[in-house]
């Protein structure tokens, strides 16, 4: 039996909705504005909509927001799309507030038909200043006393492209003694004559947001329009255009927004570091863009468990990066296939090998029995990491040293027998000799070593460039830092092994695998990887302080 998790308040909500018999079943929406790549802020959204509705039995539309004609763009809609559907859903519909245009002029007609809404040709300047202060009530306006049939009139007039941008608006006309400024008769239309990437050059007049969302959740029949804390004072706007109209009676909740250490996660943000070249781009592994993390190899289980283990807050905080990345280890630990590696290499010769070559086996993944097992050539020469031996050791230094025996993994233990050096003293060589009877998987030899190191075979060794990301930003909490945010980005965040040796099975290995290179960390094959230069990504090391963390607890 799995054990039963506490529901999070807006599951408590829908059942007790369900249970009410309001509804009969749920709608969520998933909202992106396609004006960025998603950032993992996003999956946390996406994970709570869609898997709120596959509890439930409902269903999740994608919607684009794409309302501003000016920042939208069809290059996001495709990224959006394919960052949904690696995360793991489907969405039930694909719909745009675009396509909504005209019924959102008509409903905005409806307003000013009821004397709810009219045209304002006041500057921005001047509305601002008449919606007063948080402790003072604004003044409306002489605008405000149009008649509906002038409203109609002039509203017609702005949707046919009679009047400059920013020459005139339509308000709601609610309340402009409203302790909430939102509601001190907001703006709803205004003129913007832009090309919108859907609908050309038909629109010169655009919805505003808080009008424009609420309305399409009720032409979609949304049950539940969950979003981010920062819209709890619109809600109110949301709910008296629903009641106004009559509409679909939609429901808006609030949760705390998803931040993380060491991390930005504003699409404006995102779009700054891309454009002005801080990273290779919207991809760059060490974003914290869903296409980044995708490229870097994190799993999107892996993903979702971390935006499932946070849960769903009603008060902003600040998550911990190595929550994800504890996250990514747990479940690369059990998917990925191990292979060896050296960064940095140091030639061993052992002296007592006289075969060509020995074919040697060994496990793909121990955690997983299915897991499989490969080849591994083993020969006289072999490349060991040049820090696993010290020439002048120190006490309880259990890798290989003079006189020292380690075992190579999966294949003998070997015993240093000699050291050759250059004439600057740089140690070039380090000859061995191995015990022939403790072949890993029939070792009769007895002998008990305490160090265990990777290798590769010099001459069957590949090639491989290995990029090694650490973190982007060098303080934990880079939305409240001190100055701009990108005085805080590491220095070195990125590091690149030119050369490293990689045993063969890598070379025929499928991409987008995920790999563990044994005692280095988990990595996946690059998207700029070829047959002829293969690159890969260190997606984490395998260090897992939070790990200890979380145990401890
Ligand atoms: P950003 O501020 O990063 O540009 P946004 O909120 O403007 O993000 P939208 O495309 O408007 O981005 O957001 C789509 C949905 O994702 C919204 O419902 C929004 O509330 C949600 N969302 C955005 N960022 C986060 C976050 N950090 N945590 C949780 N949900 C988020
Ligand atoms: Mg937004």
Not at 91 to 114: G, R, V
Request: aromatic share 10%; with cysteine; proline share 4%.
């Amino acid at each position: 039996m799995s054990e039963e998790k506490s529901l999070n308040f807006i599951e408590e909500i829908i059942e007790a909705d369900l249970a009410a018999g309001k509804h009969t079943s749920i709608t969520t929406r998933f909202p992106p504005e396609p004006n960025g790549y998603l950032h993992i802020g996003h999956a946390k959204s996406i994970c709570l909509n869609f898997g709120l509705a596959k509890k439930y039995g409902g269903s999740t539309n994608l919607r684009f927001d794409d309302t501003n004609p000016v920042t939208e763009d069809t290059e996001y809609v495709e990224s959006i799309k394919d960052d949904v559907r690696w995360l793991g859903f489907e969405w039930a519909k694909e719909l745009y507030a675009s396509d909504y245009f005209d019924q959102l002029y008509n409903l905005a007609m409806q307003l000013i038909e009821k004397g709810l809404a009219y045209v304002d040709d006041s500057t921005s300047e001047e509305i601002a200043t008449q919606k007063g202060t948080p402790t003072q009530a604004g003044v409306r306006n002489e605008y405000a006393n149009r008649s509906i049939e002038e409203n109609k009139q002039l509203f017609v007039a702005m949707k046919a492209g009679e009047f400059p941008d920013g020459s005139k608006v339509l308000r709601v006309k609610i309340d402009m003694a409203s302790p909430n400024m939102l509601l001190r008769d907001p703006i709803i239309y205004r003129i913007k004559h832009a090309h919108h990437h859907r609908t050309g050059d038909q629109w010169c007049v655009y919805p505003m947001y808080d009008f424009a969302h609420g309305q399409s959740d009720s032409i979609e029949k949304i049950t539940h329009s969950i979003c981010t804390l920062e819209f709890v004072p619109h809600r109110a706007l949301y709910d008296w255009c629903i009641e106004q109209l009559g509409t679909f009676p939609s429901k808006q909740y609030e949760f705390a927004r998803l931040n993380m250490t060491y991390t930005v996660m504003s699409k404006r943000k995102l779009l700054q570091l891309v454009n002005e070249n801080m990273v290779t781009g919207w991809d760059d592994p060490r974003m914290s863009t869903i296409s980044g993390m995708r490229r870097r190899g994190y799993p999107a289980a892996s993903i979702r468990e971390f935006c499932d283990r946070i849960g769903v807050a009603k008060r902003e905080n600040l998550i911990d990066v190595g929550l994800l990345e504890f996250c990514v280890r747990e479940e690369l630990n059990k998917t990925a296939q191990r292979r060896m590696v050296v960064f940095d290499p140091l030639k061993l010769v052992i002296t007592n090998f006289e075969k060509e070559v020995e074919l040697l086996t060994s496990e793909n993944n121990p955690e997983d029995e299915n897991g499989g097992t490969r080849e591994m050539p083993f020969s006289k020469n072999i490349y060991i990491e040049r820090d696993d031996f010290m020439e002048v050791a120190p006490k309880k230094y259990f890798r290989l040293a003079p006189g020292q025996m380690v075992r190579l993994k999966s294949a003998y233990i070997i015993k240093c027998e000699e050291v050759i050096k250059d004439a600057e003293g740089n140690v070039t060589e380090v000859h061995c000799t191995y015990i022939p009877e403790s072949r890993s998987g029939s070792d009769t030899s007895g002998i008990q070593v305490k160090g265990t190191l990777h290798w590769v075979s010099a001459a069957h060794a590949i090639h491989a460039e290995v990029k090694l990301y650490d973190r982007l930003f060098k303080v934990e909490d880079v939305a409240n830092a001190e100055g701009d945010f990108k005085d805080h980005i590491n220095p070195n965040s990125l590091q690149i092994v030119a050369n490293a040796f990689a045993e063969p099975a890598l070379a025929n290995d499928a991409s987008n695998q995920a790999f563990q290179f044994l005692r280095k960390g988990y990595f996946v094959i690059d998207k700029e990887s070829t047959p002829t230069k293969l690159v890969f990504n260190r997606t984490v090391t395998l260090k897992d302080a939070w790990a200890k963390e979380v145990k401890k607890n």
